[in-house]
């Protein structure tokens, strides 16, 4: 009687394990720390091996402009995997893996500084079992993506760069981009900014604010610009030259 209780309870625990009650749950930390300037953003952890089914939660550490974007994936999955623009501290992005393989992600505005990671589930993908996703489709979602949302900013930008890693922000970058809107009362202008490969950031639209002395008056929406970015604080930039092109 006692050993047909145990045999029975030994199943219905077999079962649970291998139901999807028990997949599990692992987070991703989107990280910006300034106190590595030779690499200050990654995620962490950076490689994660988890089970068919387990679920990866990816939370922005700080308040800062990161993502998620998989570059490389098992042939058999189709979608697209990623997250939207994350800028606040505790924006999050869940996914559940289900085929089994290897993932390699990135965060698209630092991935020029080596913002990338892998996920193994359950076992790696041996060569060629794996596909390169489109990334320059993904970039344009995302650029769209952060358009809408930097419509209505006046006030400084999510955008952040590792100072002590970019020199040439000491001095000022030079970009090139068109003016969507002049807020001269804010002394903001919002822009459509070029790839900045100095500062690894690709095509966006985003606001700035510009240094006192600047006249805004000389451009206005529509023109094409070339702008000089200089690094105020930890991770703002502002304008402090604009002209029209
Ligand atoms: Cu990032």
Request: proline share 6%; hydrophobic share 35%; aromatic share 6%.
């Amino acid at each position: 009687m006692k050993n047909t209780l145990l045999a029975t309870a030994s199943a219905v625990v077999l079962t649970l394990l291998a139901s999807p009650a028990f997949a599990k749950e692992y987070t991703i930390k989107e990280v910006s720390n300034y106190d590595k300037p030779n690499k200050p953003y990654y995620f962490e952890p950076s490689t994660l091996t988890i089970q068919p089914g387990d679920t990866v939660k990816f939370v922005n550490a700080q308040d800062e402009m990161h993502d998620m974007m998989v570059i490389s994936q098992p042939k058999g999955v189709d979608e697209m995997i990623m997250s939207p623009m994350h800028e606040k501290q505790g924006d999050t992005f869940s996914y559940t893996f289900t085929v089994p393989g290897t993932y390699q992600y990135h965060c698209h505005p630092h991935e020029k500084l080596g913002m990338k990671g892998t996920i193994i589930v359950g076992k790696p993908s041996k060569p060629g079992e794996t596909k390169k996703m489109d990334h320059h489709k993904m970039g344009k979602i995302h650029d769209d993506a952060m358009a809408t949302e930097a419509k209505g900013a006046t006030k400084g930008n999510g955008h952040s760069a590792p100072l002590a890693a970019t020199p040439a922000a000491q001095g000022g970058i030079e970009a090139t981009g068109s003016v969507k809107s002049v807020n001269a009362g804010e002394h903001t202008v919002t822009l459509v900014h070029d790839p900045i490969a100095a500062l690894g950031w690709p095509k966006m639209t985003m606001a700035f604010g510009v240094a006192e002395g600047v006249d805004l008056s000389s451009v206005k929406a529509g023109d094409a610009v070339t702008f000089t970015l200089k690094a105020k604080g930890e991770d703002n930039y502002v304008i402090t030259g604009i002209k029209k092109k």
